[in-house]
């Protein structure tokens, strides 16, 4: 059986975009690999609301008691969260934007992390629900804040994904890239060259 890899992509600058320049480049050395398949959501296109009071509300109520419009709103966090379980492996290649992630993933990482459903509350701490897979970041920063106290985007990732039980998580950083040309096409040649190497083990 294939391994099942789901992209996510957030970046804004569409075809502009360096993180999905490196999303681009793994899907291309996954294309025609039998023994791999990939799913690709794009959230600038396919975009998520902000999690409202109603949406979060929905879930509190069981199925067969949720109203058609609970239904829909359900729905929303249901298909994502099957999306995610249905698949081995999780990658998203990820802009920084303002020391942060996008708030498109923000959105999508408030769908997945529910209690009860991909994590619940024991007396040990929390427990993640969402087990047997890895995540691999693809991270594309105009500055250099890998290591740094800058870099909080990785640590809240790394965090959200153990949350749910994804603890094996790979980084791919290509880093200044705003930082002159020749420092850029460095890191992006590096960083094509890490996503070759994953590949091979994914």
Do not use: C
């Amino acid at each position: 059986m294939a391994t099942r890899i789901l992209l996510v992509t957030s970046s804004i600058l569409g075809e502009q975009g360096q993180s999905n320049a490196l999303a681009s480049h793994l899907r291309q050395r996954v294309a025609g690999r039998d023994e791999l398949s990939l799913t690709h959501r794009d959230l600038a296109v396919e975009s998520l609301p902000h999690l409202g009071l109603e949406e979060l509300s929905s879930w509190q109520v069981a199925a067969e008691q949720r109203s058609a419009e609970q239904q829909v709103l359900a729905e929303r966090s249901d298909s994502l969260i099957e999306e995610l379980r249905s698949h081995d492996v999780l990658v998203l290649a990820v802009p920084m934007y303002n020391f942060g992630i996008p708030s498109q993933l923000k959105a999508w990482f408030d769908r997945v992390m529910r209690a009860g459903v991909t994590f619940r509350y024991t007396e040990q701490g929390p427990r993640g629900l969402v087990e047997g897979k890895r995540a691999v970041l693809l991270a594309a920063r105009g500055g250099q804040y890998a290591g740094t106290e800058l870099d909080t985007q990785t640590p809240h990732l790394k965090a959200m994904l153990g949350m749910i039980g994804i603890g094996d998580v790979s980084v791919v950083f290509a880093e200044g890239l705003a930082m002159g040309e020749g420092r850029r096409d460095a890191a992006l040649k590096e960083a094509r060259q890490a996503i070759d190497a994953l590949v091979e083990t994914l």
